[in-house]
């Protein structure tokens, strides 16, 4: 089974969530830029999730260039890294409308650490197909930077509940730590 | 007449269904726990209709790959199954807002059976193009459980009027019974 | 300067106005069958649209399909006609709202006429780079289907002030008449 | 690394975003032709950013056509492009709605000159994989365009201020500079 339409489907599924999340900013009343200032909070959860999204797509990007075939398992546990990211525009507009409530902020993370699973275990997946010597096994390799990000979420999902800013804070950390280009997978299939 | 933009064109409007369903699922009122109850059922609603699309996509992928060429029917028939696809952002609305009312139920199922239907005859399309000897026509063969699923939604219709949670577990077991992946022509192709 | 990227831009382009005009029938307040009576007219004007950028997508298909090669003023060409289709969905919602009240009957038929005329220069310019005794241009040919959908939308925008049950009668006559399939392009390609 | 799913990401994008912006044309209350009166600001913006996001995706198209090889720094700085761009819709809305108030027209300007930055630093980014005397760089040579629109673009914000239907010709200004293809890449490709 050849990968180009699982790249094709996922592109356009990205492309989609990273563009109708602006739908949740909605145009202002009034035209002053005190208008703008309920706005600016959704704006800035926008930013965060389109870089995330971004980094997503970018990671994924990388992984199935490595990637020599799907099966059908493949197919399933890249539709559930979909589903969780599906959910990003929804727990961004609940987050951005509520200038970083608990809950809201909670449920941005649980939704986050979900979605980082579903990657871990699309890896593991290819992997099994691929086999531990592969490229793709030995240029995914530890993935220190997979299970950083899962155990940052996992401390800042509670600590919503104490302080919402320090939860936040820590989303904004594995996102600038994933801006940093993955080159691990780069490499190792420029070898 | 070439497959690839007919396999272009069904991942884009795929991959928009799939992702716009989210929509439906507004941003709470509020920030609490509680405000998040009247969504878990538009929620589950949008689980199960992200893995309707989902086992499509699956299904088109897989009937694609063992497509050779497609005509101006096969187009056709390809539209009307992305057609009534397309109404499953609505009825899952309108089913997940109503936690599971009769009429709600039923015409999400009346909408499954229709897509179930076009799928077939989107089958019986390429058949007549491929040949009944063709790897296309034996590997879909007697299509047991495409007949299983429109079974199972011809009697739901009529229970969601009888008890709507009855018809809701029919559809559930449709899904679960197509997650199973269609080995059928995965092995035939790879043959 | 190739095709493909015109192909998958139209592509995604078609398939997000194809999908998001379902976004327009709002899940209806009750769950009695009566409550679905006032979304009957949407879903009529919906299905009535969605065959119009079905056939769209169609030609653009069998016409790209004989393509050679494209230049700046194609991709102009096709993002004029792209641009007529966008507003599709637009006036689908006022018609489909207004149970075919003269100005949005007008209006539907005004738009459908102007992306005709869209989609006429867009064959012009096709033609004037591969010549007009290319397979492209005796494929196209006289056009005859195409100068006869734009006379009825002609005849057919006027006559919504008089009755908008003909003009709307018209428009469904021209999608019953191109959902035959063309088969002038496929013919002359397959020799 | 290969440019296609960078492209393919893109298109998909740049499809969304100018189709979604149709959402934001509401359809009116009533169906007389004074209803749609309110929409013609709504429609004019739309025009505008219709036109901007195919002078965006044609250049980008062509700067593609252009580029052999992408790398870990490209993909950001084109989804740092895609950012601002997908901020339009969000502006154009408030533009029209407001009928070319100062904070408005001054937005949909600042979010035009941040576009315009994202793409110099896209085409630098690919420049410097490139090669200084490569195709892609003599190609673009010294965008003079491009400074001319971050010029009059730089000029307008201000303008708004004073009077907002200058800083809006400003924008159009640009747009139908743009309009006329760009023939720089397209002939040095051919040669």
């Known amino acids: ?3 180009s339409r699982l790249e094709a489907f996922s592109d356009g599924v990205l492309a989609v969530i990273i563009t109708i999340m602006v739908l949740e900013m ?8 005190a208008d703008l200032r309920p706005v ?34 493949t197919l399933w ?17 609940w987050m951005g409308e509520n200038h970083l409530d608990s809950w809201p902020v909670a449920v941005y993370g649980i939704v986050l650490l979900l979605a980082a699973s579903a990657y871990f275990i699309l ?15 030995t240029s995914i390799g530890s993935d ?6 899962i155990a940052i979420y996992a401390a800042a999902i ?18 600038i730590m994933w801006l940093i280009p993955d080159r ?8």
């Open 26 to 33: 909605k145009s202002p009343g009034g035209t002053s830029l």
């Open 77 to 93: 546990a890249n539709l559930h890294l979909l589903f969780w990211l599906s959910l990003v525009p929804f727990t961004t507009a």
């Open 40 to 73: 600016i909070a959704v704006f800035l959860s926008y930013v965060l999730s389109f870089v995330y999204i971004g980094i997503y797509w970018n990671n994924h990007h990388h992984l199935l260039h490595a990637t020599q075939r799907v099966n059908g398992a």
């Open 1 to 3: 089974m050849n990968k």
């Open 123 to 137: 890896t593991r997946a290819l992997i099994r197909i691929h086999g531990h010597g592969s490229t793709l096994a």
């Open 184 to 191: 691990r997978i780069e490499r190792r299939v420029a070898q």
């Open 144 to 149: 220190r930077k997979g299970k950083i990000s």
């Open 158 to 175: 509670p600590l919503a509940f104490v302080q919402p800013w320090i939860a936040a804070a820590g989303y904004v950390i594995v996102a």
